[in-house]
């Protein structure tokens, strides 16, 4: 793994020194008992000398003292515990609200290059992963370090040549886990892109499922999900074996050494006089001793998913946000809605020219309507008008100041929009009405609910405007979620209008009722239009048909169906039983 990215990890858990130097703490006072139990074990059974000769008041001694010993450690063992459970999840935290900030600040460019779900699985499952990653790194790293050195300390105070055994066998453990962490690495990293594409495709199947049923698309879907999943296997599979190899194979080791110090233990036993009690107890001190580097290398699976997942956490905050507004940019006041393209030329892909040289003058209070095919670039101007997008070239004008020179806040205010996708929140009516203006009396809300034309139908619900959401509208008809965000526009009342096929999941009677209100709230307002049914925009003052990101016929309704163009054309494709 990078050692950029471990570095960063533990520059934010570094801002919880103070935490981190009482587990230091806590580790000391436990383990460094701890260590101690096998030398007083060792010297107890040194007590028992043969037949008859036993010292039994202080073995009793020692049994208390083992009793305390023992309840400290746990003690401290608990508290350490604690202490890391606040450092991994604060510095999680941490992490999860910084890269939520990002995404909140980055251009909506980063949402159309990259998956939701995938988005979704780096603030969930990497975040999950780092969590454990660290809670299992500091309740391993720091009491192993520990007891591996005060384990070696009382070792060489007993006797040098079995430490020896000891220290001689203990790198063949580092170099085995070394040598399988190398190689499982980077299939860790496939498998938690792996994992972010597969939550991807899982929430676009599951968003969709109507769409996926209606073309007998099950079969495929499975198909597809049984493709990504099944490289998730292989990946994840491979991942895990590798690691699986590691605990086994120093506790191979380990086990070797436990022999070796048997061996040379009793040799020394024979030639020098070393007590049964020592070689008790470094048989102990072998096992305490290489049991730190046991646990550290079996948690080695959580660390390298961990760290995989901090690059991908990382990768999004290192992401460039929307450009800042510069420090002269001013707040628009008192908008009055005179707005002017100039010259405007853009394109989501620079090798695919969409919009060039788009000119058009739109004056105070005019409904402006803006027709097309597909593809034609009637969103992208609205895009442009609210800079989702920043131009290529020309520029936007609004009340003669150019849109560069406003901060972004106070542009988007000033405008209302009601798009073709409704978005409602899991929350009561009244909350997802109030989303523009959250401190809006329930007067207030109602009036904007009439105006809509969805009061009556809330005050029949159980609960009225207190009636609970279930994500995303699902309790409620598509007809039903666009008119709440009909209603939710009307009440912040804002001096400009962009109503992108704002009526296109209700029916002929709502929509007539909708529009009478739309014309009532549009008097006074700069309106933006986009439509695909031309019986929606035969009032508006002017008709911009666009084609290959340019205007190619301009007028009103009348002026351009008399005109024989592209607007006849699609007048004509959608009334001609009527003619």
């Given at each position: ?267 020394l036993s024979v030639l020098s006089g070393l007590s049964v009690g020592v070689i008790s107890s ?280 008399n005109k024989g163009g592209i607007y006849t054309e699609l007048y004509n494709s959608q009334f001609?039983?009527?003619?």
């Open positions: 793994m990078k050692k950029s990215t471990f570095s960063r990890l533990i520059g934010y858990v570094s801002k919880y020194k103070g935490y981190m130097f009482a587990s230091l703490i806590f580790a000391l006072i436990s383990n460094i008992l701890i260590a101690f139990m096998p030398l007083i074990v060792g010297k107890a059974i040194d007590k028992i000398i043969a037949e008859g000769k036993v010292d039994f008041d202080g073995l009793i001694k020692t049994i208390i003292i083992l009793g305390i010993i023992y309840v400290i450690s746990a003690l401290f063992t608990w508290l350490f515990t604690i202490v890391a459970n606040i450092v991994a999840y604060n510095t999680v935290r941490d992490l999860r609200n910084e890269a939520l900030s990002k995404i909140s600040n980055l251009p909506l460019k980063y949402f159309d290059r990259h998956p939701h779900g995938d988005i979704i699985s780096r603030l969930t499952n990497d975040m999950d992963n780092i969590s454990d990653g660290l809670f299992q790194g500091i309740t391993q790293f720091y009491p192993g370090i520990i007891t591996i050195l005060s384990s070696l300390i009382l070792m060489v105070s007993l006797s040098f040549k079995l430490t020896a055994v000891i220290v001689v066998m203990t790198p063949f453990c580092f170099l085995i886990a070394s040598f399988i962490t190398k190689r499982s690495n980077k299939m860790f990293k496939e498998q938690q892109k792996t994992l972010g594409e597969l939550n991807g495709y899982i929430e676009e199947i599951i968003g969709n499922q109507k769409v996926v049923r209606l073309f007998g698309y099950e079969t495929k879907a499975e198909e597809s999900f049984g493709e990504i999943n099944g490289r998730l296997y292989k990946c994840g599979q491979l991942a895990q074996f590798y690691s699986s190899l590691t605990n086994p194979a120093t506790r191979l080791v380990n086990n070797i050494t436990y022999i070796l110090v048997g061996l040379v233990g009793g040799i470094f048989l102990t001190y072998s096992t305490q001793f290489s049991q730190p580097i046991n646990n550290i290398t079996s948690v080695a699976t959580q660390l390298q998913a961990a760290l995989a997942s901090c690059e991908r956490i990382f990768s999004v905050i290192d992401e460039e946000p929307e450009k800042a507004d510069d420090k002269d940019t001013e707040n628009i006041t008192g908008c009055e809605g005179n707005v002017k393209f100039e010259n405007v030329s853009f394109s989501y892909d620079k090798k695919v020219k969409l919009i060039e040289d788009f000119s058009v003058d739109i004056r105070q209070g005019s409904t402006v309507a803006i027709v097309g095919p597909t593809g034609a670039g009637k969103t992208t101007m609205v895009n442009l008008l609210m800079r989702f997008y920043d131009l290529d070239k020309g520029k936007i004008t609004i009340d003669g100041g150019e849109i560069n020179n406003l901060k972004r806040d106070n542009l988007r205010s000033q405008f209302g929009m009601v798009l073709q996708d409704t978005w409602l929140f899991e929350g009561t009516i009244r909350e997802n009405i109030a989303y523009g203006k959250p401190n809006a009396t329930l007067e207030e809300i109602q009036n904007a609910a009439k105006a809509a034309f969805i009061h009556s139908f809330i005050k029949r619900l159980p609960d009225g405007y207190d009636t609970l959401i279930t994500e995303s509208g699902g309790n409620l008809s598509e007809g039903q979620k666009q008119l709440l965000t009909i209603a939710r526009v009307m009440l912040i009342d804002p001096p400009m209008l962009i109503l992108d096929e704002a009526t296109s999941s209700v029916d002929t009677r709502t929509e007539l009722k909708i529009q009478s209100a739309f014309l009532s709230m549009m008097k006074g307002r700069t309106s933006f239009v986009i439509a695909h049914r031309l019986s929606t925009i035969r009032d508006a003052d002017i008709i911009l048909v666009m084609k290959n990101g340019k205007i190619v016929e301009r007028g009103n309704h009348d002026e351009l169906v001609k039983h009527q003619l």
